[in-house]
């Protein structure tokens, strides 16, 4: 499942986002793998992301394919 957010927060270390969920305004998810394609410099706070969702039961097993 494909869904929009805006990225919170990013871990270049780990390379992982905190995200909020478009449509959602208090969950937030932390700990999201970002793609080893997108660009740190790409990666400031407030930008909107996409996130492959693969099981919704678990909004945090996902990982951020492209920033816009």
Do not use: C, K, N, Q
């Not at 969950?27 to 909107?48: F, N, Y």
């Amino acid at each position: 499942m494909l869904e929009r957010g805006t990225l919170l927060d990013f871990d270049g270390a780990a390379h992982t986002a905190t995200v909020r969920y478009a449509g959602s305004i208090s969950t937030v998810v932390a700990g999201v793998p970002v793609s080893r394609g997108i660009a740190l410099a790409e990666m400031p706070a407030g930008r909107r992301v996409a996130v492959v969702v693969f099981d919704a039961g678990h909004p945090a097993d996902a990982m951020v394919v492209e920033v816009y």
